[in-house]
């Protein structure tokens, strides 16, 4: 496999450029690519340091480096494009099309897609991660009238996660609950789930994977063994199927994509 190295840099978190550059560099499963975040480049100084670390890299392999970048100010981008490398800027891609077709010049501020402009809407989404928080594994149960969904499902198919994401991401007040051997000895939905029905979201799994997933950490377990994976799932399933609540397989599944599917599925409306 063809191996290049990588770089994301910006004058800030680097979360725009990095969330980019993967959706764009995992189209291309031929090529491996060492990647390398390199966040707050924000003086000409740190700019100057980047660039020279970047020419070493491309002198020692041989090959230029890939670099994304999302930097507002000027000078910086100009010392780090002009370094050994292949670089795309991921703001002026967009920016310069967008300032002439609304006929507005950008702000050109450094930090606006990930700071905090709206107090109200970040302490609302910090109002949602500390739901999920207080929620999460069937606890505060009495809370359950307050979520927007809840989503069930055996341990260790990725409920928490994708409560954490929902929360953190769309500012949805997501609570979990695990199917416990006694809630999957029928397939009626448990008594305490009945009246949010239809709130309710499921996740199930490949049982083979559940199965890996619990050995990591319960190897030797009948918890682990694939016979109760695979009695979980089916009698999960099952219930899902009868009270007629939506599920997905997270098998193949990344967070996102998983809290994506559940916000469109669901109809939820994302707070912000």
């Given at each position: 496999m063809r191996k290049r190295h990588t770089y994301v840099i910006s004058?800030?978190?680097?979360?725009?450029?990095?969330?980019?550059?993967?959706s764009l560099l995992s189209q291309?499963?031929?090529v491996q690519f060492d990647i390398e975040n390199l966040p707050f480049i924000d003086t000409p100084e740190k700019a100057r340091q980047t660039a020279d670390a970047l020419n070493k890299s491309a002198h020692a392999s041989g090959v230029k480096p890939l670099v994304f970048a999302t930097l507002v100010n000027d000078e910086m981008r100009e010392i780090i494009?002009?370094?050994n490398v292949v670089f795309f800027d991921l703001f002026d891609t967009f920016i310069e099309p967008l300032e002439k077709e609304l006929d507005v010049e950008s702000s050109h501020s450094v930090?606006?897609?990930?700071?905090v402009l709206d107090f109200a809407e970040y302490s609302a989404r910090m109002s949602a991660v500390n739901f999920a928080m207080a929620t999460d594994d069937g606890m505060e149960l009495d809370h359950y009238a307050?979520?927007?969904v809840v989503v069930v499902g055996p341990s260790r198919t990725g409920k928490t996660p994708t409560c954490l994401?929902?929360?953190?991401?769309?500012?949805?007040?997501?609570?979990n609950y695990p199917l416990t051997d006694n809630d999957l000895n029928s397939t009626d939905l448990p008594a305490t789930l009945a009246p949010y029905r239809e709130k309710l979201f499921g996740l199930s799994i490949d049982p083979f994977r559940l199965q890996q997933i619990r050995q990591e950490r319960y190897s030797?377990?009948?918890?682990?063994?694939?016979?109760t994976c695979q009695f979980e799932v089916a009698q999960?399933?099952?219930?899902?199927?009868a009270a007629d609540v939506p599920f997905v397989n997270t098998t193949k599944k990344s967070v996102e994509e998983i809290g994506a599917y559940i916000v469109h599925k669901g109809a939820l409306r994302r707070k912000f």
């Open positions: 004058d800030r978190t680097g979360l725009t450029a990095e969330t980019l550059s993967h291309f499963p031929s494009s002009t370094a930090g606006k897609s990930h700071g307050r979520a927007d994401y929902l929360s953190l991401q769309f500012g949805v007040f997501a609570a030797g377990d009948i918890y682990a063994a694939a016979k999960a399933e099952a219930m899902f199927r």
